[in-house]
């Protein structure tokens, strides 16, 4: 069993300011850390206080003690089900622990935690306010049931990813695009000519225009 370890987690604001705000989960993808997307969140809409979640599995391939996975890599775009799973289940228990300090709970993933993202929406139906998803992709082998309590669900994603991108295949993309045309239909789905594996400013302001509708200032 696979847990987040709330003393790894960085936040935006400090204790005293969070509590009341909407909150932001930010999932990074593989063989990174924490630290990593928090760097957005001065980029980001200030209405929000943000959480960067470690992710529980080291990460082999990567320095020693830096790096991290949520899940194990399987076939590329298509791993295993099972163990996203338990990483959405770990995620949905930090959360549960949080209580009711946050009116509303939104995610932000890159890659791996994009994936884990829509897993998550899948995980708890109409739970989340929103997810954000870049450069990721949605899981393959979820029951039809399931898929059909996120459609029942108000819940908003933007999918942003560029057209250059090497690392996800274009099967893991179609799938998710397919996906969120029967299960989100009214998603925001953005494309970024030459943009390869990363986040460019340009979806960062489209980022933000999306946080913007979701939650009005």
Known sequence: MVSIDPSAVQWSLPEEERRGKPLVLLLHGVGS??????????????????????????WPQGPAGGAWSWYPLSLPGAPDPAPVDAA???????????GDAHPTVGLLGFSQGGSLS??????????FDFA???????????????????????TRVFYGRGDADPIIPADAVERTEQWLQ???????????PGLTHGISQEELGDVNAFLAEVHPA
Request: proline share 9%; glycine share 6%.
């Open 33 to 58: 850390h924490e630290g990593d997307l928090i760097g957005l969140a001065p980029h980001l809409s200030p209405e929000f206080v943000y959480a960067s979640l470690r992710a529980p599995l080291p």
């Open 182 to 192: 029967t299960n989100v239909p009214d998603a925001t789905l953005s494309v970024y």
């Open 132 to 154: 954000v998803v870049l450069a990721g992709f949605v899981v393959p082998g979820a029951d039809t049931a399931v898929d059909a309590a996120v459609a029942a669900s108000d």
């Open 88 to 98: 959405a289940d770990a995620v949905l228990a930090y959360v549960d622990s949080l």
């Open 118 to 127: 829509l897993q998550l929406l899948r995980r708890r139906p109409g739970f």
